[in-house]
């Protein structure tokens, strides 16, 4: 369980000032994004599931009250007022997998204003990270045509959380494994792994490494072949392969992880077929993204499937979504700010998806086409079925083949068109002339 | 504590089939990179602290055991191992806050190679993340020229580990604090915060809400102006730091989070003044990096601090380092790959750093200068009194001012200096005849 301390100083500082002042009343807030980033056509939301799990189970450890009040900045009132604290408000959400856009909540908080203040920097940071690497990890899945799609990136993740999250979020875009043992324990899903260079220069003999290996896991062997030179390799894994067999064994794959590997693939085909072996597959890894993935597919490189790391695990050519939490709702009230080069609609929104296009609008309006948001908790407790996330895993890659393939494309920036309905541009403006005029209502 | 599952499941599988196949040997790894990122002229080390603590408790729980069992893939025998492990090896690393630059080893292990193996996910996950953000927030402190920097990045870092990591990595780089609290208690990095906009809009008005902050917190108020119109936020904030100051406080200082920042600082500056508020701070928040502080600051606006958020958070310009955790000694014999385009130098290996440039020798090499890699961990303990977070900022900040002028540039790429000792290039040449012909020895 994560501390409520995982927040920013102002949280508290704003809790605390908040119940001094008397303001008990309810507050909604939303989690969008006003603008996409420039590599991203869509983004996919993830992460609901362990928010709403921690919220169940926030709480101030007695540690961390001591922690606040060694700072010196807290009344005693407000501390006594914390070590009582749970979550009590609701929460409404879009399905996890669902691919999101532009000014459309993805996240709705509604609570007493001081509760659901405190909360805005773990679960930014948590959909944040998980939604990061969906959205990055399911154009991976869009370009991969299939091929069986590995995460390999828990070395260069951005530390344990994310290394996680990775995991399940890669896998819940339509990736089939992970190399994270942690990930496979926790989220069930499923591991995979080959060999090192270390493992092979450990032995006196590429084949000797090879040997070793496939002597230990018959049935799961799949040999990095260029540590040294790799068609000689190649040609190494296929005399293994050869031992397997008659021990009755088959050899899995290989492995190519350097090098012209779109070359070196049509040779190590061509050699494994020669040999009868048309059953190892052939695995690439090192470096790779969509972008560079599309290029090996494109060569007609024979690539069963493709281990993926950390430009992928890091989203590297977008390492952050600028998501913003947004009070749009004070005590029945419709609320926004209006400073400068922000745009933000006020008042709790539902989003509807027609034929192409989406709706935003106030909630409670209706439009033909599936409203998004629905309620996930309630007074502090789920309220909801949970899908598992396999189901999570079928969904989005339905939600992703039902989106125009125009949206799909990794390198062609296309925007995807958001509407904003008559009622909630109408509520914008008046808001924003009386704003400007000086004061909230 | 982290499980040891946290890592790749072959690093696992290769652990069985070392010690299936008998090999006990010891073996060294070394962390280093090949390349710096485009943008970075040096790296700086940070993260060993909290490697070493999780290598002295290392240990597989009854769960983990379970797990792996679930996965039927490994024999009892090993399984029964892993119940009894712990980490019996030596870690060899440069001190925490040294900027390094290619080709230098940051941290050794030297271990029965089953063990050394299993470290690398972990170890490099960690390394990694911590010393990403101490390279990009040693950035920012090298332009900051004395000014507050405060860390505001925790709602978008990527998760929790990461979040807490960065605390500690800005902090370590000469930060000041950082909003994070869960990072001031487990760290002790001081903790600082503003308001938000949402307190702001809250309130029936803009003073009002000015008003109640200030009310609670008469000692620590820093007041966002920029919620509706920046300019008359600036003027009521003056009027309720006139109302604290008739209570016997000073209002601490204003936020600018939109809009033109450079601008609005100097009419902020001014104002307060002219209302004799020469001791109200001017922070200065809202996409902010090293490039962007920069920029404000050689406009000459009159910014006293920084609230540096996701840009810095997530390296945004370099959002990972292509760190590799190689074998370089089998048996006490120096071992390497050829792999096309992975160049690695065989050996344990020692970094001297000279007037201005750096040698990487062989270890037991002597070059006149500062040899950076020292031992902190001996058969699974440490054995090095490691130095305070407040010891090792010092430390960074010290060697910062230490690097010549030039490498300190954050938009011209500078190749430092780095030597090959003639022996080390010698065993390189050596080696690399030897493996192409075809046997590691």
Not at 150 to 155: E, I, P, Q
Not at 209 to 237: C, H, I, M, Q, S
Not at 284 to 300: A, W
Not at 365 to 379: A, N, S, V
Request: charge should be negative; charged fraction near 25%; include cysteine.
């Amino acid at each position: 369980m994560v501390s409520p301390l995982f927040t920013d100083l102002y949280q508290l500082t704003m809790m605390c000032a908040y119940l001094e002042n008397g303001k008990k009343e309810r507050a909604a807030f939303e989690l969008f994004v006003r603008e996409l980033p420039e590599k991203r056509n869509y983004l996919v939301f993830a992460g609901l599931e362990e928010v709403l799990k921690a919220l169940e189970e926030f709480h101030f450890s007695k540690d961390d009250i001591d922690y606040l009040f060694s700072l010196k900045i807290f009344p005693d009132w407000f501390l006594d007022y914390l070590k009582e604290f749970s979550f009590s408000g609701d929460v409404y959400a879009m399905d996890e997998g669902t691919p999101f856009f532009q000014y459309e909540p993805v996240l709705r908080v509604e609570a007493p204003i001081a509760e659901a203040q405190l909360l805005e920097t773990f679960v930014m940071n948590q959909i944040h990270i998980s939604s990061l690497i969906a959205s990055k990890a399911a154009r991976v899945y869009s370009v991969a045509e299939g091929r069986v799609l590995a995460d390999f990136s828990l070395r260069r993740t951005h530390g344990i959380d994310a290394g996680l999250k990775v995991a399940r979020s890669c896998y819940l875009a339509g990736f089939d494994a992970t190399s994270n043992v942690l990930a496979g324990k926790i989220y069930g899903v499923p591991v995979v792994g080959t060999v090192a260079h270390s493992f092979i220069m450990s032995f006196e003999s590429e084949e000797e490494a090879f040997r070793a290996y496939a002597k230990v896991f018959p049935n799961n062997t799949v040999l990095l072949v260029d540590t040294y030179d790799t068609v000689e390799g190649v040609k190494k894994a296929i005399e293994v392969g050869e031992e397997l067999l008659k021990r009755g064994f088959r050899l899995k794959g290989i492995r190519l992880d350097s090098g012209n590997v779109e070359e070196l693939a049509k040779i190590a085909r061509r050699l494994l077929d020669e040999a009868g072996m048309d059953y190892v597959k052939i695995i690439v890894s090192g470096g790779l993204d969509e972008y560079r993935i599309k290029e090996i597919i494109s060569s007609g490189a024979p690539v069963d499937g493709f281990g993926v790391g950390t430009k992928v695990g890091t989203s590297a050519d977008a390492p952050y979504i600028d998501f913003v939490y947004k009070l749009v709702e004070f005590d029945g009230q419709p609320v926004m700010k209006t400073s400068s080069g922000k745009k933000m609609y006020p008042g709790r929104k539902q989003v509807f998806r027609l034929e192409g296009y989406d709706v935003v609008s106030l909630w409670g309006e209706q439009f033909d086409g599936k409203p998004l948001l629905k309620q996930f908790m309630k007074d502090g407790r789920v309220v909801e079925s949970l899908p598992s996330l396999n189901e999570v895993r079928e969904y989005t890659i339905e939600q992703l083949h039902s989106l125009p393939e125009s949206v799909l494309s990794i390198d062609r920036k296309v925007n995807y068109r958001v509407d904003i309905s008559d009622s909630l541009n109408r509520l914008y403006k008046e808001l924003r002339e009386r704003l400007l005029g000086g004061s909230r209502s």
